[in-house]
């Protein structure tokens, strides 16, 4: 089905199973520890070995000599690999390094090596007698001083270095109050609770591999291409994930080890990988450096905005794009944005939930804040003057919808903001201080082609299937919705198989698009079940109605499953888009409004109230909706107050790589959160009428947390996260 004209009225309107609170279908499998995760298909395999990855010690250099003997010789030791018996590797297109390295180390804690035992501790130990020989040369590990000489970067639109509308510099050297300042934010970690998880079987030259991936697809294409092997002989399952955040949109290295290993040992092979080893072998949210500057009239009109941003990566890595929301935010005639690229000899920078935004909003919506300050205007007024509904560089391309003021002003009603204090640091609540802030939040949805396989049983039973992934967002459950939905049966009638590369190619789990997507995809499959349906019962595809378990149409009505009497009904489609997300911006917009209470004594900051307003489309679920949202929130409060990869320069490592060091929120660091979604329904976003919601939840959290800090002391901090010691 291609997706090229507004939605209109549709079958998904009815809203009797999509739009309801449903709890998750698969609730209660994850709760009894039924739903098998990476490590534990135990059941469809047996004889299964322990993997153990040996990663390198120096950041960059040469392996001189990788002795494995003495622990090939250790007790229950089935076989070694390393990148010299593994013969030529590939590189998958979304990698930016090997994921086995040798002789050439591109980062700490690559891989070099997997060694195969009986038992996860004898796998372990023997790791720890693989003798590694190496002649370390100098890295780059200081982005600081290597954004002195990066290049421009044209990531976002190919070709340019910068993007500009206007003249900015003319603009802002003319507008009568300017804020011009710089923010930093550090890296990130997803530290995921699942780890980074495979079990490999080998049948022949065939190939199964059970791990824990966002992106079934992308995955499939990079381990045969990795492994050099068509993709036909592989299969990828991937039913459960334990969280993601970006960490696992794409093959790493457990993957290709586990099929590696169990190919050498002759025998299946499960291996997860180690929570110190995970901060520096795989991927991680770049550390940013950002410059914003914003002129504005005495009335607040902004007339000139410019962002740029610099980060770094590996030689063939790319840029954290956080100025790109600075693009589409807000209204000013002249614009800039610029990105810097330089080169790291860190781990592989990538995607971290909303990347870009994420950090690019932490710095933008602090900015934004100042320059309220500095016009003595209330920040909500100061977002709501400069609202635009159209693209500023292009204004013929309007937003498709775009609520940003309303989720501000009914947040502001909401959460009480008249009360807040526009002078910094006088509300006082014991040793206290205490203080609100506010950001928007900006997320972009992304359309992308999805599809599904729907059938109809003999039994009634409605069966989906379709490679996407349930990252713990609820996918299982919204799919079940929508074929209910379109089938006019209840969720319980409908099963939904995912997570496998056998099954048609869905959106996947990334960037918030995954919901939006995979479900018009469903909607796009059930369509032809329905005309199949009619076909086959003689009825008019048009008049003919599903509700109820039943087919009606006119006079005649039979039961759903009396279609499937003379054998199953199958059909399969994809959604496709045209040009509707060219010629109209689909976003999602929110408010983020939280308040704080900063320790007088030991500048240490507690949230005390947090809520979340988000115009999104229409929300498919709204229970499972929410708890993206909390979840993002939460996120939103770590990167604010705690979380930081630390860079050990000397040695080019994150030193701080474990659940004990890099500090993530706990439920005691969280207040009560409140989420309210504006009824809306995007029509020319996609059949479901339903936009992203899982990234726009954290966007803009932490610059909220930050102004709040701002609110309750009067110290501007800039460099986050915010801990206790900046405030001296
Ligand atoms: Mo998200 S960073 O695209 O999983």
Known sequence: MKFDTPAGTNPIDQMKAVGRAHPRIDGALK??????????????????????IVGSAIAKGRIDTLDTAAAKAAPGVIAVVTAADAGPLGKGNFNTVKLLG??????????????????????RAAAGLVRVDYTRTKGRFDLDAALKTAPLTDADKPGKGEDRVGDFETAFDAAPVKLDAEYSTPGHSHAMMEP?????????????????NQMINWGHSDLAKTLGMPKEKITLLSPYVGGGFGGKLFLRTDAVLAALG???????????????????????RPATRQRIRI??????????????????????GGPETAVLQTQLLYAGANRLTSMRLAVLDLPEGNAMRAPGEAPGMMALEVAMDEMAEKLGMDPIAFRAKNDTQVDPAD????????????????????FGWSRRKATPGTVRDGRWLV????????????????????????????????????????????????????????IDAVEVKLGSSALPVSAGSGGQFGAANATAGVYAACVKLREAIAGRLGFAPTDTVFEGGKVTSGTRSVDLSQAAADGELVAEDKIEFGDLGKTWQLSTFGAHFVEVGVDVYTGATRLRRMLAVCAAGRIINPRTARSQVIGAMTMGVGSALMEELAVDSRFGLFINHDLASYEVPVHADIPHQ???????????????????????????????????????????????????????
């Open 295 to 316: 002129g504005a009239t005495e009335d607040g009109t902004i007339t000139a905005i410019a962002h740029q941003s610099g980060s770094g990566d590996q030689p063939e």
């Open 435 to 490: 203080g609100m802030g506010v950001a928007s939040a900006f997320r972009n949805h992304i359309n992308r082609t999805s599809g599904a396989r729907v059938r109809l049983g003999r039994d009634g039973v409605v069966t989906v299937e379709t490679d996407m992934t349930d990252i713990g967002t609820g996918s299982y459950t919204i799919i079940a919705q929508t074929a209910a939905e379109m089938m006019g049966v209840p």
């Open 196 to 212: 980074f998880a495979s079990m490999a079987a080998w049948d022949g030259d065939a190939l199964t591999v059970w791990t824990s």
């Open 395 to 414: 204004p013929e391309r309007r937003f498709s919808q775009r609520q940003l003021v309303r989720c501000l002003t009914e947040g502001a009603e909401q």
């Open 262 to 284: 169990a190919k050498a040992a002759g025998r299946p092979v499960k291996l997860a990988m180690s929570r110190p080893m995970m901060a520096n072998n795989a991927t991680h």
């Open 31 to 52: 709760t009894t520890g039924l739903a098998p995760y990476a490590y534990e298909h135990h059941r469809e395999i047996e004889n299964v070995a322990y993997g153990y």
């Open 102 to 123: 040798g002789p050439q180390v591109d980062h700490y804690h690559q891989a070099i090596a997997v060694v195969v035992a009986e038992t996860f501790e004898q796998a």
């Open 674 to 728: 409140d989420v309210i979604f504006l009824d809306e329904a995007d029509e020319k976003a996609n059949p479901m009428k339903a936009k992203g919601i899982g990234e726009l939840g954290l966007c803009g959290v932490g610059a909220a947390v930050a102004n709040a800090v701002y609110n309750a002391t009067g110290v501007r901090l800039r460099d986050y996260p915010l801990t206790l010691d900046k405030h001296l």
